[in-house]
């Protein structure tokens, strides 16, 4: 999953915001030289990617795309599923969005934790531009896709015909979402309180 989804999902659980978020950043075992909430909310983001990977609607999902970019499929069904989970916002969260990325913005300016890597980076993006509402609008979803295909080490293309495969399949694709995505807030439910 992606930010949007995880800061959900941490927000539902009543977990760390920041910690589901970090959670892409933390490499291996650092995880444990983090305070427990910010390592407890990382590794609950390791077990919910691993759920989202392994679950059948999003392994089809992936074998659905054409050869020549299934290799990115698992990046971009987690940004589009960001979009997906915007769209439908209303249906899992009894705070809005706007509310809830507030409180992480909140989070992540008054945060001291320093990792290395991208984060740091991400960080000052986020606080400038707040740029995780803008997930709303699929067009976004392109130009996410293109600053992704910039970072990669091999060139890679697949921004442009992910995105059509996107709108080619959307009504498959959202119809998997509706159903896998409180298949995931349960599965969060059921393992925040135990030993995460």
């Known amino acids: 999953m992606n930010y949007v989804a995880h800061i959900h999902l941490a927000h539902v659980s009543k977990t760390s915001l ?12 650092a995880y444990r030289s983090l305070p427990d ?5 990382v590794q609950l983001h390791r077990k919910i990617d691993t759920f989202t990977d392994q679950h059948s609607s999003v392994l089809r999902l992936k074998r659905n795309f054409p050869d020549n970019i299934r290799r990115m499929s698992g990046v971009v069904l987690d940004i589009y599923f960001d979009h997906l ?5 209303e249906k899992y969260s009894e705070n809005s969005l706007e509310q809830v ?20 980076q991400v960080k000052q993006g986020l606080l400038e531009h707040r740029w995780l509402v803008t997930y709303q609008n699929l067009e976004n979803c392109l130009e996410i896709f293109f600053n992704i295909e910039k970072r990669l080490s091999r060139q890679v293309s697949f921004a ?7 709108l080619a399949n ?3 694709i959202e ?14 439910h059921s393992i925040t309180h135990s030993n995460v």
């Open 18 to 29: 920041l910690g589901n978020f970090m959670g892409d950043f933390v490499k291996g075992q």
């Open 37 to 41: 909430e910010l390592s407890r909310g």
């Open 85 to 89: 989970l915007c769209r439908y916002w």
């Open 101 to 120: 990325l507030d409180r992480f913005y909140q989070e992540l300016e008054h945060s001291t934790t320093q990792l290395s890597g991208r984060y740091s």
């Open 160 to 166: 442009e015909q992910s995105y059509q495969y996107l």
């Open 170 to 172: 959307q009504a498959d």
């Open 175 to 188: 119809e998997h979402f509706l159903s896998f995505y409180p298949e995931l807030v349960g599965y969060t």
